[in-house]
């Protein structure tokens, strides 16, 4: 292969087998280290992002891969290390052409970091504008209404529900309705 005339410190995606990005990082860990690879492989990397999500009627707390399938190295690719990557159970290889692996660029890796070092909680729950809900709970329970918009951020949804014969606008929490 001959690596060794590039000793640049870089960022790389590896291809995993789909479910098995966390099993491959722990097992590149360990060979790194039984294998004495530190001076050329320095970190594995499998980006998560968090998320709020609506379980029954509780919120739960969850963290997504931010790119399933894949794990990210920050290594010198040299003859060994390629080899210590490429040859860790359930790898089927680089992203790049061919055998040469291609380094990720700066934008890239600003995007990935960003994304799984982002502090802030975004709610998910199976709701869409116009959809119709029902109240199950607060001062408007049992009444129908239409979901306006949907507030990700605060993990609550604003509909027109019908009071006093009038349309009118609510927020509530996602947790107080439920989807008709």
Do not use: C
Not at 45 to 53: D, H
Not at 80 to 98: E, I, L, M
Not at 107 to 123: L, P, Q, V, Y
Not at 141 to 160: F, N, S
Request: proline share 4%; hydrophobic share 40%.
């Amino acid at each position: 292969m001959k690596y060794q005339d590039n000793n640049e410190r870089n960022w790389y995606a590896i291809h995993t087998y789909a479910g098995y990005e966390d099993a491959v990082a722990r097992n590149l860990k360990q060979r790194i280290e039984s294998l004495n690879m530190e001076s050329t492989i320095f970190e594995v990397l499998v980006p998560v992002e968090k998320s709020i999500k609506i379980k029954g009627s509780k919120r739960v707390e969850v963290a997504e891969k931010v790119y399933p399938g894949y794990v990210l190295v920050d290594m010198i690719v040299t003859d060994d290390s390629w080899y210590v990557v490429r040859n860790t159970p359930r790898v089927t290889g680089f992203v790049g052409a061919g055998t040469r692996p291609v380094p990720l660029t700066q934008s890239e890796i600003d995007a990935i970091f960003s994304r799984a070092t982002n502090t802030k909680m975004i709610h998910q729950a199976d709701f869409t504008v116009n959809d119709k809900i029902q109240v199950l709970e607060g001062p408007f329970k049992d009444q129908y209404g239409t979901v306006t918009e949907i507030i990700h951020d605060t993990g609550r949804l604003q509909a027109m529900i019908s009071i006093f014969g009038r349309e009118t606008p609510v927020e509530l929490d996602f947790l107080q309705v439920r989807k008709l």
